[in-house]
């Protein structure tokens, strides 16, 4: 049988690494946040980190987008070593960041936001064409967006804020994208739409580390799964196996 494009993607992902964390540590002061956490993420793959509050889960992403201070470990990035590279210079190289508290431009309207963002066209390391975003695309992806584009971002709901920061990291043609608690305080249809453009994202052939605690909602959208427990991963699984087995959520999740 043959496969659907999206699935041959996520097979290849599972070969081409678009991010390889391998024993990183982080300080905020003097306190040691994270130790040795070591992950990877492949071209078309969600991949969930997952844990309790307090656990480092954004601390993690904080530290591969070179926004703790403090740090020490091995980053690859599309293949290149970004351990000593500052945030913008990740970013200008493709790697988006989706923070929890979103942080968009409240005196600017949806489009202003998005155009901050705006990077050129990028392409796979195969020669082949990334996903071009613009905003009459991104209004497709997110039509609430679409019908409120002279809006103030600071006259938004927070659903529809946590949209447009998707949205505005989106501008910046990312290869993969570190997208912060997602499903945080935003309502059900709004969490619904944020699966539903992962997935869209994911068939695109782009790459997201996903820090999340909605256990439901990391099972739609995640093919692995690593758990992170005082700063270290204790647990990596298809993300099937640890939602699907109530002592492994029990022991990790507490739920």
């Known amino acids: 049988m043959q496969k659907h494009s999206s699935q041959r993607l996520m097979d290849k992902g599972q ?8 024993n990183l540590n982080a300080w905020y002061g003097a306190a040691h946040i994270l130790h040795e956490v070591s992950l990877t993420v492949g071209r078309g793959e969600v991949v969930a980190l997952m844990g309790r509050n307090g656990a480092g889960k954004s601390t993690t992403l904080k530290s591969i987008a ?16 970004i351990e000593k590279k500052a945030s913008h210079q990740i970013a200008q190289r493709g790697l988006g960041y989706v923070p929890e508290d979103r942080r ?9 936001n998005l155009e901050v963002g705006k990077q050129k066209p990028r392409q796979w390391p195969d020669g082949s064409a990334m996903p071009h975003w613009t905003p009459e695309r991104l209004f497709k992806l997110f039509p609430n967006l679409g019908e409120m584009p002279a809006r103030l971002g ?8 946590q949209m447009l920061s998707v949205a505005r990291t989106l501008m910046g043609q990312p290869c993969l994208v570190l997208l912060d608690e997602p499903s945080e305080g935003v309502a059900p249809l709004i969490v ?11 068939a695109q052939g782009i790459g997201i580390l996903l820090s999340e605690q909605n256990l439901p909602f990391a099972g739609l959208v995640a093919d692995r799964a690593y758990v992170l427990e005082k700063g270290q991963i204790v647990h990596h699984s298809p993300m099937a196996e640890l939602a699907g087995d109530a002592k492994l959520r029990r022991q990790y999740l507490g739920i």
């Open 154 to 161: 600071g006259r938004m709901s927070g659903g529809e804020q």
């Open 104 to 112: 968009i431009f409240t005196e600017l309207t949806v489009l202003e």
């Open 15 to 22: 070969n081409q690494k678009l991010l390889e964390v391998q």
């Open 192 to 202: 619904e739409q944020m699966a539903r453009t992962i997935l869209e994202l994911k």
């Open 66 to 81: 070179a926004l703790v201070p403090r740090r020490e470990g091995n980053i690859r990035f599309m293949g290149e070593a």
